[in-house]
């Protein structure tokens, strides 16, 4: 049985936002009279490429972990991921002062084996496993936070 979604309140963002504060970016929506032309309406795009590590994952990943009570931070954090959630979370986990160890598949592309190392403040692993339960276990062993946003 799937477990009941539980969609934020108001109250959640505001909090969201209150945390994010002066740490993320405010990236511009921008629009484009040739993407308008095509369209025949109006569009907008936000560009999230100008936040830091260049995604809008950096968001999620900063706000799950501020919003981690002391002793949890304090245990550091695991993410599975080798796109910009592993980027966000390494970032965020720097900024906070937390151990954090990015784990990702051994057939991850080279340039993000490159681009992440210098944004973690611990280490980097690479797993051939196929679930993140069977990779998560020593880590969560370690008392490492699994981070699932």
């Given at each position: 049985?799937?477990?009941?979604?539980?969609?934020?309140?108001?109250?959640?963002?505001?909090?969201?936002?209150?945390?994010?504060a002066?740490?993320?970016?405010?990236?511009?929506?921008?629009?484009?009279?040739?993407?308008?032309?095509?369209?025949g309406?109006?569009?907008?795009?936000?560009?999230?490429?100008?936040?830091?590590?260049?995604?809008?994952?950096?968001?999620?990943?900063?706000?799950?972990?501020?919003?981690?009570?002391?002793?949890?931070r304090?245990?550091?954090?695991?993410?599975?991921?080798?796109?910009?959630?592993?980027?966000?979370?390494?970032?965020?986990?720097?900024?906070?002062?937390?151990?954090?160890?990015?784990?990702?598949?051994?057939?991850?592309?080279?340039?993000?084996?490159?681009?992440?190392?210098?944004?973690?403040?611990?280490?980097?692993?690479?797993?051939?496993?196929?679930?993140?339960?069977?990779?998560?276990?020593?880590?969560?062993?370690?008392?490492?936070?699994?981070?699932?946003?």
């Open positions: 049985m799937d477990a009941p979604v539980i969609l934020p309140t108001v109250a959640d963002v505001d909090e969201a936002a209150r945390r994010l002066g740490v993320a970016l405010h990236t511009p929506l921008l629009s484009s009279a040739a993407l308008d032309d095509m369209t309406g109006r569009v907008f795009l936000k560009a999230e490429t100008l936040q830091r590590t260049g995604s809008f994952k950096f968001r999620g990943a900063y706000n799950k972990l501020a919003a981690l009570p002391p002793e949890q304090a245990g550091g954090v695991v993410a599975f991921s080798s796109g910009n959630h592993a980027q966000g979370v390494a970032a965020a986990a720097r900024m906070l002062g937390m151990r954090c160890v990015i784990v990702m598949p051994s057939t991850s592309i080279g340039q993000m084996k490159a681009v992440i190392p210098p944004l973690l403040p611990s280490r980097l692993g690479t797993t051939a496993m196929t679930t993140t339960t069977s990779a998560m276990t020593p880590l969560v062993a370690h008392n490492l936070v699994p981070l699932i946003t």
